[in-house]
Every structure is written in structure tokens, then in C-alpha cells.
């Protein structure tokens, strides 16, 4: 018997009103074990808001013009959910259009309020839950009490969570899973630290490597045939010819690289990284280049479990001058660690990546092994809107809309504001709460989704960077922006006093 859909949204929604991660593991625990075999990949991607199917191509105007009354009662399964999602994935060409509203409107009719706003979310790619990956891994070892080492190790090495679940549910023995070339698998991340000092305090030896601006690849080479994979696991080989050409030259047999691609200026500089977006499947002259800063199997053997030393000498000797820009730098030798950040940044990189040279590639994971350096950058502007939330954030007002100062009216109006990105990141309960209350007070319209508001309040945001947009009317918008504070009370910032959009654009190259 199929699980019931509102078996999940129920869960989910207990998994998103507590901030226990114990909780949250046990809640999903016995939701797992009640999908069984045949449902729980599909029900692990509808907890995650990732469907099996990827991409649905739905979007939000869509389901608001054709949403119908709900159910009265409970009645979808997630098989129903699952097959639906199937057709709208596959739905291309003549005549897709309408059996896409036919099938939405179908399943929509079928589902209950609560099941409604949920499966809305799920396919417009706006789920919060608070359940993300490792919390599933945890709950499928839980399930089947297994030691939650194995299952994240199985779920790391074979890229798909869902089926990892599936056979941790089918008592499948995990401890032969490895790495197999051409088995695209999560990569290992990075923590965060304020300086170059304080990240190698923390991770001790280590290499110190440029973190260039540009897209993250992971690369497999099988008998000869190259896969490229995005950060994400998506397979974009056909966008990268260049970076196929190069990694079908190197030496050796099979391989699996980490790397770094981006495109170039005629000086041989980096390009911002919107350049290299761009660029991917385009051979002219933003052609893209490609820089390694890891090597997972090579000579015939997986490689994540040696020390990174090991792995940087074979990919020196792999790889030659596509080895990423770095250094070697002993413990505690916070200068020379500087040194390395300040060379990258005045190459036009991002920052720089401390890693302990005796860490092993944790696929995945993110710890104290490697840590990132970028400056960071902070502006008073002003909120131009709010939106109201949804998830956990249902019923608060969370996204703000972030303006720059336009005190000449080059892109508008003289003295007014000009939009360069929105933000829910940073937002506490007490900020959401205090958004809640105050921004209706200040609200010049109300489409029952955004509240245009007087630009009144101003907010310190942090930024990582500032990138060309067409977007917005300014050409700028913010890069991985985050609320620090709002400037009320002993902090108070007029308007008048907000950065201007000339000092936004200053930091772009």
C-alpha cells in the first residue's frame, strides 16, 4: 500500500516546528520506515523539495492561475504525486502546455489545503523545512540502526540520497559501497573564517590554494569518455567541451578531478563569474579554462581516504600546470597563510582555501578540514518590499527587497532608490518578528504576496560580492547577501544616509 501524501506533509511540518535535530531525525525515522521499498525515494525528495525528476518547470504565476479548490479530504498517495510529476517532467513540444495544466490541475484538485500549499512549494523550489541531507542520512541509519557513519559514507560515495535511503530500508550491505569512476559523488565543502590567521590556526598544516570565482566541476574520465558534473550533480559535459578536451588529454588511465573552471580576460585574468556562467557551451571568447584542486581516484585505486598530501602530489604530477595556485604552509604561520590571501585577491580571486594536509576527502561534508577565507563586505541600504514567507516562515513577512541610494536619479528618480537584490538570510525570529509587525505600518500597497513600503528603514547587509545584472535597473545586484542588523534605536540610519548605487557598482570588475 502506497504512502499517503499527507503522511509527509504532516512530518515535515513537525520536522519544521522544532530546532531539535534529534527530533527531527526521529520524526523522519518513522516516516521512512512507513514509505517501505517502493516509496521512499520519492518520499525523500518530496521532504527535501528536490523531486526525483529534477526540474518540473513549473512556476509560481502558473499554479496561481489554474489553482483549484482543495479537497475536502486526504486522499493522494505519494505513487499519485510521483506519476504526475513524471508526465510534467517529460511533457515537451506540441501540446505539452495544455497536458501540463491538465495534469496540474488534476493533481491540485485532488489535494487538500495543507497538501496544496505543500506540493506548490515542492515544485516551484521553495521548501524550508530545516530537513536537509545529513538529517535524512541520519534518519535512514535510525531506521534501520545502522551506525550513521555507514549510511552518510554510502550516501556521500554514491551521489543519490534517495537511493541510498532505499537500500538502507532494503538491508542492502553498505560497507562495499566506494568510489566508482563515472559515479558523480557530493563533493567535500568548506567552512568559514574571518581571517587567514584564525583558518590555519584551526586546520594546522595545510595547503593554502587560490578559491577562484568560478564554477565548481567535478570530472570523471572512464576508458577514455569524459563526464563533467556541477556541484550539484547535474551533467553538463556538453556545455564544457574545452574542459573535456583538456581532462581527455592528461595522463594516466581512469580519473575523477575536482576542479575549478572559469573564463578569462585577453590578460589572462579571471572574469567575474556571471562571464562564466555564461560562457558554458560557448566556445568563443569567454572559451572557459579549468584549474584542479583535488584528485579522488587516479593509478587504478580511490583516493578519498588518503591524506591530501598524498592526493596533491598525484595531482601535481596528474594534472602539472592546471594544479590551482597554492602553497604549503606550517601550523600557526598565520602571516605566511595572509600572504597567500593577499596574492589571490590581487589576482581578482575570491579568497583563498586553507586545508589540513592531513584530512581525507570527506565527500559531502563540511568541518574544520577545509576552511575559506573571502573579505566581506557590508552596506546600509534600504528595504523597498517584503514578502510574506512560507514553510516554516508561513505567516511572518521574510524576503526583503534591498535598495541603493540614487542620489543623482541616474537610474531613476533623484534622490530615490534603485533595487540591487533581495535577502531572507541572516533573519532570526526576533528580526522576522519585529518585520512582521512593523513593515504593515509603512506599507504603500499590498498584492497579497508582496507589501511595496515607504523607503524608510534601513539595514546593514553583508555581501561576499557585487556581480553584473541585468535584472536590475542599476546593472549590479549582491552576492550571497545577509541580513546583520537593522539600523533602529542607538544604531539609527536615515535613509539619506544609505550607500549609494555608485558604491555598490565600485566593487564590481
Do not use: C
Amino acid at each position: 500500500m502506497t504512502t499517503a501524501l499527507v503522511e509527509v506533509v504532516s512530518a515535515v511540518a513537525d520536522v519544521a516546528a522544532t530546532r531539535s535535530r534529534t527530533a527531527k531525525t526521529h520524526v523522519l525515522a518513522r516516516l521512512l520506515i512507513a514509505a517501505g521499498s517502493d516509496d521512499v525515494v520519492a518520499v525523500v525528495g518530496l521532504v527535501l523539495g528536490r523531486p526525483v525528476q529534477g526540474r518540473l518547470r513549473v512556476g509560481w504565476r502558473t499554479l496561481d492561475r489554474i489553482r483549484p479548490e482543495p479537497a475536502a479530504s486526504a486522499r493522494l498517495t505519494v505513487g499519485d504525486v510521483d506519476a504526475a510529476f513524471t508526465v510534467l517532467a517529460a511533457s515537451t513540444g506540441p501540446g505539452s502546455a495544455a497536458r501540463r495544466t491538465e495534469i496540474l490541475t488534476g493533481l491540485l484538485r485532488a489535494a487538500t489545503a495543507d497538501e496544496q500549499d505543500y506540493l506548490v512549494r515542492v515544485m516551484i523550489g521553495e521548501m524550508r523545512t530545516g530537513a536537509l541531507d545529513g538529517v535524512v542520512v541520519d534518519a535512514a541509519a535510525i531506521a534501520a540502526d545502522l551506525p550513521k557513519a555507514t549510511v552518510r559514507r554510502a550516501a556521500m560515495l554514491t551521489g543519490d540520497l534517495g537511493r541510498t535511503v532505499r537500500a538502507v530500508i532494503d538491508g542492502d550491505d553498505l560497507s562495499g559501497v566506494g568510489l566508482t569512476p563515472g559515479v558523480a559523488v557530493q563533493p567535500m565543502l568548506a567552512a568559514t573564517a574571518s581571517t587567514a590567521a584564525e583558518a590555519i590556526r584551526t586546520a594546522g598544516a595545510s595547503s593554502v590554494e587560490f578559491k577562484l570565482d568560478g564554477a565548481r566541476l567535478q570530472i570523471h574520465r572512464v576508458g577514455g569518455t569524459v563526464t563533467a558534473y556541477t556541484r550539484s550533480l547535474a551533467d553538463i559535459t556538453a556545455r564544457v567541451p574545452d574542459v573535456v578536451d583538456v581532462v581527455r588529454g592528461l595522463p594516466g588511465d581512469d580519473l575523477v578531478l575536482d576542479g575549478e573552471t572559469l573564463a578569462l580576460d585577453e590578460d589572462g585574468a579571471a572574469r567575474p563569474f556571471q562571464d562564466t556562467m555564461s560562457s558554458f557551451g560557448d566556445a568563443g571568447e569567454n572559451a572557459l579554462t579549468v584549474w584542479f584542486f583535488d584528485v579522488l581516484y587516479a593509478d587504478g585505486r580511490s583516493l578519498v581516504d588518503e591524506p591530501l598530501s598524498v592526493r596533491r602530489e598525484i595531482l601535481a604530477s596528474t594534472v602539472g600546470a592546471r594544479l590551482i595556485p597554492g602553497q604549503v604552509v606550517p601550523a600557526d604561520d598565520g602571516a605566511a597563510a595572509q600572504t597567500v590571501l593577499d596574492d589571490a585577491l590581487a589576482a581578482g580571486n575570491e579568497g583563498i582555501v586553507v586545508k589540513a594536509l592531513d584530512s581525507t576527502y570527506a565527500a559531502g561534508r563540511r568541518g574544520a578540514h577545509w576552511i575559506k577565507v573571502k573579505p566581506v563586505y557590508t552596506y546600509d541600504l534600504v528595504v523597498l518590499a517584503v514578502e510574506r514567507g512560507s514553510g516554516r516562515r508561513s505567516g511572518w513577512l521574510s524576503n526583503i527587497h534591498l535598495g541603493a541610494r540614487d542620489p543623482d536619479g541616474e537610474y531613476g528618480e533623484p534622490g530615490g532608490f534603485v533595487m540591487v537584490g533581495k535577502t531572507f538570510k541572516g533573519l532570526t525570529d526576533d528580526l522576522l518578528r519585529w518585520q512582521t509587525e512593523h513593515f504593515p505600518t509603512i506599507a504603500e500597497h499590498d498584492d497579497g504576496h508582496v507589501l511595496r513600503l515607504r523607503p524608510e528603514t534601513v539595514v546593514e547587509i553583508a555581501v561576499d560580492g557585487v556581480q553584473r545584472s541585468t535584472r536590475y535597473p542599476g546593472g549590479a545586484a549582491l552576492r550571497f547577501a545577509r541580513v546583520k542588523r537593522y539600523r533602529t534605536g542607538v544604531d539609527a540610519k536615515s535613509p539619506s544616509e544609505a550607500d549609494t548605487i555608485s558604491t555598490i557598482r565600485g566593487l564590481l570588475r
